[in-house]
């Protein structure tokens, strides 16, 4: 049986941003037409569209940080290699695509120093 679509649920995050979420069971909300949680259809949602429309991205020491309209965050190198792959609820600005970069890296000498 089919369920009525129903208006998305936007949630605050720990740091006053919104992010949208299913309104039966809650999970954050991956695509904009249905719930990949419980398949609960959204209504149609200008702002929700405007959200998976976003993408930001930066390059940087010849790294290419980028946040796509499904909110992965990839980190790619100058020869397309992919070091970083993470699913971030967060809409990311440029200056917090930096920092993420930044910690990437930091988080990579102290892994590989004792190699
Ligand atoms: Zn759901």
Redesign the pocket.
Known sequence: MSKEPKKVAWMEDYDGGKYPA?P??G?PAYYPDQ?C??G?PFEQDDELLKEFNHSVQIERDGYTVVQASNNHVHIYASDGTLLSHATCIKRMTEKDLERYLENHRRLMKELFKEV
Request: charged content about 10%; proline content about 0%; aromatic content about 12%.
């Open positions: 299913c039966s069971c999970e719930c949680f419980c609960q």
